[in-house]
T-cell receptor, first 117, second 115 residues
Framework: GAGVSQSPRYKVAKRGQDVALRCDPI?????LFWYQQALGQGPEFLTY????????KSGLPSDRFFAERPEGSVSTLKIQRTQQEDSAVYLC???????????????FGPGTRLTVL | AQSVTQPDIHITVSEGASLELRCNYS??????LFWYVQSPGQGLQLLLK??????LVQGIKGFEAEFKRSQSSFNLRKPSVHWSDAAEYFC?????????????FGTGTQLKVEL
């Protein structure tokens, strides 16, 4: 079946522009995560949704970052007034079950590579 | 707070040689431990995971890992490396409290395979 998809795959933005990154999780997956992967680093947690509820946004680096999942499926990560330090790969992952089932696999999308000039 | 250390940034091995990638974690309780592989332009693919039971776990592509609580380690091994194994490998720990069991990743080990 189809895996997690993300669009666009590549995004170049001028400093100060707003961007929106989309994630289509695996159908029926309840949990959705966003991670940020800077060059040469491992992914770092940004935020977590259970269905449409954003239960943890402790990893969002500033109030310029905003995520939503209004219908409990597709999610959008929005970055306002982009800065050069926002340049990174943004990964989305989905998981079939809810919190408390951390033993279950998170399935990752290919990521969106954001470059801020 | 949970954390993961992968002490080797780069490793080069000859095709057919054995491989061991090191991973040390810090976590207060029994952790959920994962190894993921990332090829260029690709998402992360799960190789194997440990959450309880037998401390030696088998994964895909001939990989295995051993959980050693006394050493806080979860090293990844493969007896004979193939050229297609060249990629970046990430160890991750998942907690049982909060954040939907978000994953905390190490900084990764880049594996190069010499033919």
């Amino acid at each position: 079946g189809a895996g997690v998809s993300q669009s666009p795959r590549y995004k170049v933005a001028k400093r100060g522009q707003d961007v929106a990154l989309r994630c289509d999780p695996i159908s029926g997956h309840v949990s959705l995560f966003w991670y940020q992967q800077a060059l040469g680093q491992g992914p770092e947690f940004l935020t977590y949704f259970q269905n449409e509820a954003q239960l943890d946004k402790s990893g969002l680096p500033s109030d310029r970052f905003f995520a939503e999942r209004p219908e409990g499926s597709v999610s959008t990560l929005k970055i306002q007034r982009t800065q050069q330090e926002d340049s990174a790969v943004y990964l989305c992952a989905s998981r079939t079950r809810t919190s408390g089932s951390g033993r279950n696999e998170q399935f990752f999308g290919p990521g969106t590579r954001l470059t801020v000039l | 707070a949970q954390s993961v250390t992968q002490p080797d940034i780069h490793i080069t091995v000859s095709e057919g040689a054995s491989l061991e990638l090191r991973c040390n974690y810090s976590y207060g309780a029994t952790p959920y431990l994962f190894w993921y592989v990332q090829s260029p332009g690709q998402g992360l693919q799960l190789l194997l995971k440990y959450f309880s039971g037998d401390t030696l776990v088998q994964g895909i592509k001939g990989f295995e890992a051993e959980f050693k609580r006394s050493q806080s380690s979860f090293n990844l091994r493969k007896p004979s490396v193939h050229w297609s194994d060249a990629a970046e490998y990430f160890c991750a720990v998942g907690g049982v409290t909060g954040g939907g069991n978000k994953l905390t990743f190490g900084t990764g080990t880049q594996l190069k395979v010499e033919l």
